[in-house]
């Protein structure tokens, strides 16, 4: 079984076993805190079993990296890394806001740029984004695209959640010169939305995102043609470790880029 269909079915699962949770009491359980320093709720514990049971299920040799379990070695001879968000958006999730998803992405290495697969699906409604490395990326079974044209809207989305009065200062030519930005709480989702064109670049600038809610996004939006910089413009790579936090932009284009950077810098 190819890698991209073991993280679609596993994707599939977790769809099946938290669609009817999310909003619900029972969804806001605590676990306390996880490995990835967020408070482990419901929702999260059972969307994350449900990936290691099927993991384990099919014999799968590999290493899980997990928001919520940390590293879990499921074999001693490992393929390589399942980078698993089970619940990006958790707080989206236990409240009922219908914006939030699983990301799962495989990684040959430890790090970011030997990611080969990935696979988000917004949990809310189970629809699927996915891509291989070199095969291009997919919006269910659609070959998607990044928005190459000139938009009718230019839509900017921006992570502000927990900003610094210091970032928020650099970032506000932005809030100021474009009447559209967005921000929905889920940023593997986002990212997906952004590849399929459905924003025209995507930032998040604050260094708190994490290795797992961006692992699966990075590949879909590579493939769907799309830029991923860190924040002094240079390709995005990080180790996949629980310590490592990144700052990225994600563009549909050099123009957008160069005007939003030359926004940010002035
Ligand atoms: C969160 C979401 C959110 C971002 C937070 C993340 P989680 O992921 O991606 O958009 O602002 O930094 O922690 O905790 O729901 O998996
Ligand atoms: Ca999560």
Same mark, same amino acid.
């Given at each position: 079984?190819?890698?991209?269909? $073991?993280?679609?079915?596993?994707s599939n699962r977790i769809y099946e076993n938290v669609k009817d949770l999310a909003g619900t009491e029972d969804a806001a359980g605590?676990?306390?805190?996880?490995?990835?320093?967020?408070?482990?709720r419901n929702i999260d514990i059972i969307a994350?079993k449900t990936?290691?049971?099927?993991?384990?299920? =099919?014999?799968?040799?590999?290493?899980?990296?997990?928001? @919520?379990?940390?590293?879990?070695?499921?074999?001693?001879?490992?393929?390589?890394?399942?980078?698993?968000?089970a619940i990006?958006?958790s707080?989206n999730a236990v409240r009922g806001v219908p914006?939030f998803c699983s990301?799962?992405?495989?990684?040959?290495?430890?790090?970011?740029?030997?990611?080969?697969?990935?696979?988000?699906t917004n949990l809310s409604n189970g629809?699927?984004?996915?891509?291989?490395?070199?095969?291009?990326?997919?919006?269910?079974?659609?070959?998607?695209?990044?928005?190459?044209?000139?938009?009718?809207?230019?839509?900017?989305?921006?992570?502000?959640?927990? %900003?610094?009065?210091?970032?928020?200062?650099?970032?506000?030519?932005?809030?100021?010169?474009?009447?559209? $930005?967005?921000?929905?709480?889920? +940023?593997?989702?986002?990212?997906?939305?952004?590849?399929?064109?459905?924003?025209?670049?995507?930032?998040?600038?604050?260094?708190?995102?994490?290795?797992?809610?961006?692992? %699966?996004?990075?590949?879909?939006?590579?493939?769907?043609?799309?830029? =991923?910089?860190? @924040?002094?413009?240079?390709?995005?790579?990080?180790?996949?470790?629980?310590?490592?936090?990144?700052?990225?932009?994600?563009?549909?284009?050099?123009? =957008?880029?160069?005007?939003?950077?030359?926004?940010?810098? +002035?």
């Open positions: 079984m190819d890698v991209i269909e $073991i993280l679609r079915e596993a605590d676990f306390g805190i996880g490995a990835g320093g967020d408070i482990s994350e990936v290691l049971d099927y993991l384990k299920e =099919i014999n799968f040799e590999c290493v899980v990296l997990g928001e @919520e379990c940390g590293r879990v070695e499921l074999s001693d001879k490992p393929q390589g890394f399942v980078i698993m968000d990006d958006g707080a914006f990301s799962l992405a495989f990684a040959t290495e430890d790090k970011l740029s030997s990611i080969t697969d990935g696979v988000i629809e699927m984004y996915w891509a291989s490395k070199n095969k291009g990326a997919f919006f269910n079974n659609k070959q998607i695209k990044v928005h190459k044209k000139d938009p009718v809207y230019k839509i900017v989305g921006i992570n502000t959640s927990g %900003a610094s009065i210091e970032l928020m200062n650099k970032l506000h030519p932005i809030f100021k010169n474009h009447d559209h $930005i967005r921000h929905f709480g889920a +940023n593997a989702l986002e990212m997906a939305m952004f590849a399929r064109g459905l924003m025209d670049i995507f930032i998040d600038l604050r260094n708190k995102i994490r290795i797992q809610d961006i692992a %699966a996004g990075y590949v879909i939006v590579k493939e769907a043609g799309g830029m =991923i910089l860190d @924040e002094n413009l240079n390709p995005l790579d990080a180790d996949l470790s629980y310590e490592t936090r990144v700052s990225f932009i994600a563009a549909a284009n050099q123009e =957008i880029l160069d005007e939003t950077m030359s926004q940010i810098n +002035n």
